[in-house]
């Protein structure tokens, strides 16, 4: 188990251990003292070394991406600095970004070489690459971002979330915050990291409700002064601009309700260039979220702002701005207040009461109006406005076909081209499609007013940029939304106008846009109400007392019901004071139980806080006596180690498991763990050995068991179809034969003339081999001659360097007889000893000194077997001329010629018989 790290006394000790181990490699142990001290309560109080130390843990945790451990010690170091070292706070958490920031980069680069290291450009696939296309939808990019990229992105976010949640709700603390925020959402730009984003935007969302709730707190952030105001006001537009980029409107549109807020709570308005950001990108999220009334709200506004604020605003900057005014009113759909009211109430009908309405009022808030907008409403502004003289000729013709002139068989004709310039602007070119639908349902409530009926193709040559399906769409999506009252007639391809006299269009529809004529359901509309009107008058002309007595009875009723509405109402009232007051004194009593809950805890904690303090020190005690005892016992054991060590190093089986270890490394190896893994292998691999032949015993007894039947049954089997297949033979070889035998008489008659063919054919070749034999037999001899010759001349070259050696040697021996003469030695009587014996016969002494060497007498010579070459058997020894020998056999060790030349003996040792 790991030992409790000794405190240090000073940080600075800490610090240079940490240093020297990482020096080492050993980065894990560094990071654990540093963390040690950090989170220690001994070393509370601040000093310039915590900052290195800071730095120090902060890179340590960066290289080996301890996110958490980073988290914590940033938390701790907080707590250490408090509010005499801020500065020394904002450093080390600027240098933790740019860390996680240049750690990113890093990767970022290795992933691009990665990416561009190919070893063949025109190899557009791999083997290994379709191999992972086929069980992944993953690329190998995607793979690489995973492995090389991704880990230090996580770090990175991580390392802003640390950072945000350190900094909130500091004043003094607040502009490193919103410039970390700031960061943060750069990041989720430049990476296009959209969950990250979202989880950004509540992170943001919930300090700013902090701020707002710890109001009271010492260091908070007050949004009542100017510059915390404007701060949070550029983090929400930076936030606003991140948001539209990315394509995520919904945060788009949640961040324009904090901007609205903040704006709210301000007493000093923002500066003009953030209001013109600000409008901007509310149109832009109106736009995407198909809000034509407020998007056009949105640029009047921007266009009002610009001209009001703007120094500099050219001419073209408000042709430009007032024609994106123009087309964003005549984009507003026709039936806006109709379909309001209907969803109004089916929403009511629903139990939801004004829900719509509530919606409307509140995105009426985020452009600065009082009420909702309308179309009517947004024309009237922009010619209050004076909007059109800044807008471009087409547009202004533009404007006058759809909303002053009642030219329908002309409409869609004149604004055709208009339509195609406006595609052509790249700008304008999202009105486009919007604008046609305006155009349609201005063409049809034109005819309405003109025509009862009207056939499907007179109206689709009416209307040219839409097909006869996209009519007959338009048509159904109209009436559906109650913008115009139309029967469409399949049978005779022919569309009805206001066929129900009964059903009336709204008075805002109704009047909308230029009238010619009044329509029938309006005509009747006005009959009824007249004549309602006229019947109400008559009555109280008639009897006008009991009309009076009506509204008496009517009034006392009233009366009546407020007077008993009040009673109720106060009894109620004083019902809620006895609440309201029980509760009050509950809550009080509930708050004294809790103080004192809290002040018995606190004592309690002290007294813990004393007790663990004193368990301490005396664990410390312990702890450092122990640590001694183990440091000997450890010495002793080592150097007891290091000795079987040795020991076993000499063994093979030692020196093999031994060997990969590094010299440091033996220093921590157990001799009694080597010695056991060496007996687990001698045992294992005796055990393994028994095992397998146990196996392959009974594995090829069971099958032989096995294959006995088989192999009978495949013996049957065999010779059933060997039967079978010399039956089947037999038939075939007699069909063959009878084919055969008709083959034969079919060619009978030409075996004449094939002979005679054979035979001239025959002569032919061997005339050619006669003469091919020929010319070989003459090459042959030339070639065994060519060979003689060498081998002859090989010979006499080997006879003239035998003789030349031959030579030489007899030199040698004379010079060498010279230069060492032989002493003669007088015969002596043989003993039957052991003694050398001389070499070849040929160079044998004389009878005088025959019986030099050691030797045992062979046999008397009369009784050895004839012939002089020694064969390797027992036989009669030849008597010398001395005449000193015993007459007994002897062996001979070689025969004569195997005999080395020279009298000289060979130097070893052998028994004469």
Known sequence: CLQPMAPFQKPENALKQAQELKDVGKPDLALDILHELITSRRHRSWTKVHEQIMIEYINLCTKMKKGALAKEGLHQYKNITGSTALNSLEIVVNHYLKSAEERVAAARSELDKVVLDFDDLEASETPESLLLMMVSAEDSKDRSDRAVLTPWLKFLWEAYRTVLDILRNNSKLESLYQK????????????ERKAEFHRLCDLLRYHLQQVLKYQSQAFAIN????????????????????????ELWQEAFRAIEDISYLMETSNKSPRPQMLATYYNKLSMVFWRSNQCLFHAQSLIKLFQLSKEQKRNFTAEEAASMASAVLLAVLVCPLQASTETTAAQVQVNELG???QLTDRNLRLSVLVGVDN????????????????LQYVDANLQQLFTHIETQFLPLQLCKNVQPLLASLEANEKFAQYVAPLKDVIVLRLLKQLSQVYSSMKLSRLSQLIPFFTEFQIENFILRSVKSRALQVRLCHRTRSISFATNVFVVESNESALEGPQLQSLQSQMMSNQLSTLSRRLREAVEMIDPAQSQKLVSARRAAVYENIGRKIKEEHHRMLGRKDLIEKYLENHELENQQRKEAEQKKREELLAEAKRLEAERLEAERVFRERQEKEKEEA??????????????KKTAAGARLLADLKPTELETVNPDTIIDQLDKEQRDQIAKLKAQERRTDHFER?????????????????????????VVALEAAKVKFAAHLQLRDHLKPMIAHKEKFVERIMAGRKAIFDTLMEERRKIEQALIAEEEKQAEARRAKAEAEAALLAAKQAEQRLQQEKL??????????????????????SGRPSAANSDSKWRRDAPPREERPAGGDGDGKWRPRERDAGGDGD??????????????????GDGKWRRDA
């Open 180 to 191: 970390t925020a700031q960061g943060a959402l750069q990041f989720c730009l430049k990476y």
């Open 223 to 246: 949004l009542n002064a100017p510059e915390s105001l404007q701060a949070h006001l550029e983090t929400r537009f930076e936030q606003l601009n991140v948001a539209s980029k990315l």
């Open 352 to 354: 939801v009461a004004e």
């Open 372 to 387: 909702v907008p309308t179309r009517e409403g947004l024309i009237a502004e922009m010619t209050s406005l004076n909007i």
């Open 635 to 648: 010495e002793k054991a080592k150097a007891k180690a290091l000795e079987k060590l040795e020991k076993i």
């Open 702 to 726: 069971a099958k032989h068991k096995e294959e006995i039947p088989l192999l009978q049954e495949q013996q049957r089997k065999r010779a059933a179809d060997r039967a079978a297949a010399q």
């Open 820 to 841: 060492n003469p032989k002493p003669v030695v007088p015969p002596a009587k043989d003993s039957g000893k052991y003694r050398p014996s001389t070499g070849g016969d």
């Open 887 to 904: 007459g007994k056999w002897r062996r001979d060790v070689a025969p004569r010629e195997d005999r080395p030349a020279g009298g000289e």
